[in-house]
């Protein structure tokens, strides 16, 4: 009964119990919102005053930043974004940051990413988060930011193309995400002995003949946006990652692969995004493979598209777009001279916004002939 009345009371008085708790838990509540919100807690009261000061999670987000001021042109807006960024890390005391992120969806000065870049290293962030553009020139990363041995993830993702160097040396990374780079051949990544999670989206190798990818240690590999556009006719991917387990496609052109090893597979996710037979597609074939001439690019096309999947061969469970049902559902003569490889294969899973769909009668028994027991879900 009396700790029923002191609960009653303790309500009454309307005690500040969120101002009562240390700054790591406060920290951790802040850390779900960004730098501005932050910032605007130091009007609460004197508890608050110097809280954002050595507040670890330092997310900048223009959006939220130019819905609290009143202006009609962009530029006066990012001019007052960049002021901003710079008073809070200068005013920040030196303290440690755990986490520091760029969220800016238009045009961005280069040397905001670079001073936010050289903040982090040189206060050992842990992740380190930009997402914006930079059309005048690619982002050339700092050379301080070489060789930093607290970064554990590291998102880059850059409208406007990244400059990447041949090595990166960042010996405690895990999670890489890179947006925006042009013509690298994937050397860099052998140069993170501890990566585990890389996804690679929007990259341009219109030069490149051979893409590597070595990994011992990486377990989720996504690559996104693969575009027959940006990418070297011929151009293949050198893939030594013994430990993956995950893969996810999403392109508008089938990949090549060379020496590759994927029997570690678990789960692919495969995506083909809106496609088209280009008069000029570049296919490959084998000596003996039979493709008419009246539809020899369309033929080629799921030829390599078929190639592809078969990579795949010991993943227990794949996930495709029902594009590729219907590129597959186009070659039933290619399908009987390539038998399935599944015979792993427990469930097969089809993406679609439709819910009235089929799946061709030689399409799924194509799947079944090397896997009775596949499970098909919609």
């Not at 916004?353 to 499970?375: I, R």
Request: charged share 20%; proline share 3%; hydrophobic share 40%.
């Amino acid at each position: 009964m009396e700790s029923r009345t002191r609960k009653r009371s303790s309500l009454n008085n309307n005690e500040d119990r969120i101002s009562t708790l240390p700054n790591v838990l406060l920290h951790r509540i802040l850390s779900f919102v960004d730098a501005v919100q932050v910032v605007q807690t130091c009007v609460l009261s004197k508890r608050w005053m110097n809280v954002w000061k050595s507040h670890p999670y330092l997310d900048f987000n223009f959006e939220t930043f130019s819905s609290l001021i009143n202006s009609d042109y962009y530029e006066d807006e990012m001019v007052n974004f960049t002021d901003f960024v710079n008073q809070v890390l200068i005013r920040r005391n030196n303290f440690k940051a755990i986490k520091i992120s760029l969220d800016l969806c238009g045009h961005t000065r280069y040397s905001l990413v670079e001073s936010l870049i050289y903040y982090a290293v040189k206060h050992h962030a842990e992740e380190i988060c930009i997402d914006t553009a930079c059309r005048d020139v690619p982002i050339v990363l700092p050379r301080c930011f070489f060789n930093c041995e607290s970064l554990r993830s590291l998102k880059l993702r850059i409208d406007g193309g990244i400059a990447l160097p041949k090595s990166l040396g960042l010996p405690s990374l895990k999670t890489l995400h890179l947006g925006g780079a042009q013509n690298f051949d994937g050397k860099i990544f052998s140069s993170c002995p501890n990566l585990e999670n890389l996804k690679i989206e929007d990259i341009c190798l219109n030069t490149i003949e051979n893409f590597n990818i070595h990994a011992l240690n990486l377990k989720s590999l996504e690559i996104l946006n693969w575009r027959y556009s940006r990418i070297k006719t011929g151009c293949k991917v050198m893939l030594f990652a013994p430990k993956l387990t995950s893969f996810k496609f999403d392109g508008n052109t089938p990949l090549f692969w060379s020496e590759v090893n994927l029997t570690s597979l678990d789960d692919v996710n495969v995506v083909l995004q809106r496609y088209y037979y280009r008069h000029d597609y570049q296919f490959y074939v084998d000596e003996d493979e039979y493709i008419s001439g009246e539809d020899e690019t369309k033929q080629g096309f799921c030829l390599d598209l078929l190639k592809m999947l078969h990579q795949f061969c010991s993943a227990k469970s794949l996930t495709l777009s029902m594009n590729i049902i219907e590129v597959l559902s186009k070659v039933p003569a290619a399908l009987n001279k390539h038998p399935s490889p599944f015979s792993n294969l427990k469930y097969l899973k089809l993406k679609t916004d439709h819910k009235d769909v089929t799946l061709p009668a030689h399409v799924l028994n194509y799947f079944l002939s090397s896997s009775s027991l596949l499970k098909v879900c919609f």
